[in-house]
């Protein structure tokens, strides 16, 4: 008799305990429905969650699954992903040995959501300059999807990078580069008839708005590819670490793969420049040119090379063909100008080394007037320069000085006034 007691009195308990099981996870469950209306009520759920993980836990499978389910829900909510994925995992390792599919299938569902929640999150953190935060969002978010999901280990990569995270960086552009990534997509725009303006879209609108009079000019862009970009912060960070052996390496097996590509040859150029080999540095450049030969950059590049190593004139030609390309060049101005007044040292120390006789006196003023007619060549580039940019404080405040110099009160008044109004 009293054995019958205590079994009644268990499947009492049983029974009562899985009601309350049950009673718990459908008021989490509605908490979380009612989400969107009532932040709070994610944070109240998730107490729950922790207050009654006890039962929950020691429950059916089918129970336990839900309960973590529901965990992985508010996690995402308030934006916790770790253990958001950790959670989901869990609901669907239980549901997997349990031969049962109900949580797992919401959860696959539920991806995107996920994925997207993921992304406006490491975006954000982005935008508050927390690079490292955002690297490791989206490297989770990678994970959830490594086939599909390519594209964030490359945005990973990239805020590690700018958080100076490079070990990480560093593995994830390897990664990259040993899949032959490119991230190459075609993106879609259409001109709204209305208004004149010209808006990106989906391929799906793209389609639609093909059989509206209300879009015109339907147009679709290939994107270029971001190997050089994955190729050229490999080098750096190579380089960083000292590695330039490995930074050499990285760049030659890419050009191997793209020998005509611009932006590989540019990389290869800079890296050089960041070795002191500038006479390795000119000859990339000029193959270069040879690609892209109405680049004004290229010319701009070269121009500071030879400037470097003392060709003034070499240098100046240079700059002239780069402003030659692109009139609106400001560079190239403030670097013909720089360059045309780098002979004034010379022409000081020699006046400054002069005595007083009559001899010396004739050899100053020939001097003072080689120096002026340096000012005077300068002018016209600087002045140009400040009519492109009238903020360009360098040229600004070198053209007070000239004027200044050589005795033009009126222009050296102008200059300083316009100085002194920023």
């Given at each position: 008799?009293?054995?019958k007691?205590l079994?009644?009195?268990?499947?009492?308990?049983?029974?009562?305990?899985?009601?309350?099981?049950?009673?718990?996870l459908?008021l989490?469950?509605?908490?979380l429905d009612?989400?969107?209306e009532?932040i709070?009520?994610v944070?109240?759920?998730?107490n729950?969650?922790?207050?009654?993980?006890?039962?929950?836990?020691?429950?059916?499978?089918?129970?336990?699954?839900?309960?973590?389910?529901?965990?992985?829900?508010?996690n995402?909510k308030?934006?916790?992903?770790?253990?958001a994925?950790?959670?989901?995992?869990?609901s669907?390792n239980?549901?997997?040995?349990?031969?049962?599919?109900?949580?797992t299938?919401l959860?696959?569902q539920?991806?995107?959501?996920?994925t997207n929640?993921?992304?406006?999150?490491?975006v954000?953190?982005n935008?508050?300059?927390k690079?490292?935060d955002?690297?490791?969002?989206?490297y989770?978010?990678?994970s959830?999807?490594?086939?599909?999901?390519?594209?964030?280990?490359f945005y990973?990569a990239?805020?590690?990078v700018?958080?100076?995270?490079?070990?990480?960086a560093l593995?994830?552009?390897?990664?990259?580069?040993?899949i032959?990534?490119?991230?190459?997509?075609?993106?879609?725009?259409v001109?709204?008839?209305?208004t004149?303006?010209?808006?990106?879209?989906?391929v799906?609108?793209y389609?639609?708005?093909k059989?509206?009079?209300?879009?015109?000019n339907?147009?679709?862009?290939?994107?270029?590819?971001?190997?050089?970009?994955?190729v050229k912060?490999?080098?750096?960070?190579?380089?960083?670490?000292?590695?330039?052996?490995?930074a050499m390496?990285?760049?030659?097996?890419?050009?191997e793969?793209?020998?005509?590509?611009?932006?590989?040859?540019?990389?290869?150029?800079?890296?050089?420049?960041?070795?002191?080999d500038?006479?390795?540095f000119?000859?990339?450049m000029?193959e270069?040119?040879?690609q892209?030969?109405?680049?004004?950059?290229?010319?701009?590049?070269?121009?500071?090379?030879?400037a470097?190593?003392?060709?003034?004139?070499?240098?100046?030609?240079y700059?002239?063909?780069s402003i030659?390309?692109?009139?609106?060049?400001?560079a190239?101005?403030?670097?013909?100008a720089?360059?045309?007044?780098?002979g004034?040292?010379?022409?000081?120390?020699?006046?400054?080394?002069?005595?007083?006789?009559s001899a010396?006196?004739?050899k100053?003023d020939?001097?003072?007037?080689?120096?002026e007619?340096?000012?005077v060549e300068?002018?016209?580039?600087?002045e140009k320069l400040?009519?492109?940019?009238?903020?360009?404080?360098?040229?600004?405040t070198?053209?007070?000085?000239i004027?200044?110099t050589?005795?033009?009160?009126v222009?050296?008044?102008?200059?300083?006034?316009l100085?002194?109004?920023?």
């Open positions: 008799m009293i054995r007691i079994l009644l009195i268990f499947i009492i308990f049983i029974s009562l305990n899985l009601s309350a099981q049950k009673k718990e459908r989490i469950q509605k908490l009612n989400a969107d009532k709070s009520n944070q109240e759920a998730l729950l969650l922790e207050s009654n993980s006890q039962l929950l836990l020691s429950s059916e499978p089918k129970y336990k699954s839900h309960y973590y389910f529901l965990l992985g829900l508010s995402q308030l934006n916790n992903f770790n253990k994925v950790e959670s989901f995992n869990n669907k239980i549901e997997k040995n349990s031969n049962l599919n109900k949580y299938t959860i696959n539920n991806e995107i959501s996920l929640d993921m992304i406006n999150f490491a954000n953190l935008n508050e300059e690079y490292e955002a690297s490791k969002i989206l989770l978010a990678y959830l999807d490594k086939e599909n999901n390519i594209d964030y280990l990973a990239s805020s590690a700018n958080g100076l995270d490079y070990d990480n593995e994830y552009y390897l990664k990259l580069k040993s032959g990534y490119e991230g190459i997509t075609t993106k879609y725009f001109t709204e008839v209305a004149g303006q010209e808006i990106e879209v989906d799906s609108t389609d639609l708005y059989k509206s009079k209300e879009y015109t339907l147009r679709e862009e290939i994107t270029k590819s971001r190997l050089p970009e994955i912060n490999i080098s750096l960070i190579y380089i960083s670490k000292g590695q330039n052996v490995l390496q990285a760049i030659k097996d890419a050009r793969i793209s020998p005509k590509d611009i932006n590989l040859i540019l990389t290869e150029a800079d890296l050089y420049i960041k070795l002191g500038e006479l390795k000119a000859e990339l000029q270069a040119i040879e892209d030969p109405n680049n004004a950059i290229l010319y701009y590049n070269l121009g500071v090379v030879n470097n190593q003392g060709k003034r004139s070499i240098a100046i030609d700059y002239k063909k030659e390309i692109d009139p609106l060049y400001e190239s101005y403030l670097n013909i720089s360059s045309i007044l780098d004034e040292s010379s022409i000081v120390e020699e006046m400054n080394s002069l005595g007083t006789s010396d006196n004739r100053y020939e001097l003072k007037v080689k120096r007619q340096l000012f300068a002018i016209p580039y600087l400040v009519s492109i940019n009238p903020k360009n404080i360098d040229a600004i070198t053209l007070k000085n004027y200044g050589i005795g033009d009160s222009n050296f008044k102008k200059y300083k006034d100085l002194e109004s920023f």
